[in-house]
């Protein structure tokens, strides 16, 4: 998985077990795509200390998935959902619709 993507999934889950400076870090660095200098001088801090705080905060956010692993789970949820609506779909039970509708739903949660 592409580590974006993945600091993307951490940070949805861990993201507010971080500290405010370490968050901001974080979303303008991964989601504002700026680079280590804008960053800096938009806090007023190093470029190295921005490479710092976001390398600690990335392994912060790996540490927590190693742990707790609340995006592995999410994924097998969102796969075994996958498959049971694919299931489904072949199947011709009257409970069907109603089944696939409610699939649909947990999916958005």
Known sequence: MEKTVLIGHLFDFYGLLLTPKQREIIRLYYFENLSLGEIGETLT????????HLHRAEKILQE???????????RKLKKGLEEIKKGLENCSCKERDGLLEMINRMEKI
């Open 64 to 74: 927590y998935e190693e742990r707790m692993g609340l995006v592995k789970r999410d």
């Open 45 to 52: 801090i190093s470029r190295q200390a921005v490479y710092d």
